[in-house]
């Protein structure tokens, strides 16, 4: 079983090359969503979430609010690395069981997509690192498009994030996204035939 880790800037196209990967022929998961389960009522991480930051954080419903939480992490760095401590080796249980069962279940390639791969230290987890990367603006503009975020708060979550030369130095494939969706399905495509050609 082979493991490629897709990571990235926000607005860079993860998603969508995972996407792509999927359709390939690729199992996937999105640690990001995958991790949405930590943050529930009822788990440890809710209770220490809530400890941390307070009542603001936690919706009508009793759940963490993310876009509160986020709207506080993202202002203060040292507010994120609590944060991130909570959540993170959580997350990367649930990732390490998700391919535990691709593993018995005989998958062949398997995808973990996690924009936090490096500040989160689980590039252990894969056998290789595949960043995609676009520039700057070309980011801020896909996020504003796609999520209706003001600038502010899209620059704050992008400031916040490794920089790209890191992930470009750390990475053993590259893919920048600077085109349209066909582009990118045909560098996918092209670096999936180097993966499959056994």
Known sequence: MITIAITGGIGAGKSATVEILAELGARTVNADLLGHAVYESGTAAHSEIVSEFGNAVVGEDGEIDRNALGNIVFSDESK??????????????????????????????????????????????????????????????????????????????????????????????????????????????ELWSTITAT
């Open 80 to 189: 994120l690395r609590i944060l991130e401590s909570i959540v993170w080796p959580r997350i990367r249980e649930r990732v390490q069981r998700w391919k535990d069962r691709c593993r018995a279940d005989g998958a062949s390639v398997i995808v973990v997509e996690a924009a936090v791969l490096y500040e989160a230290g689980w590039q252990d987890l894969a056998d290789a690192v595949w960043t995609v990367e676009a520039s700057y603006h070309q980011r801020l503009a896909r996020i504003k498009e796609k999520t209706g975020m003001g600038e502010r708060a899209a620059r704050d979550r992008m400031d916040a994030q490794l920089a790209p030369e890191i992930r470009i130095e750390k990475a053993d494939v590259v893919i920048y996204n600077e085109g349209d969706l066909a582009a990118l399905e045909q560098q996918v495509t």
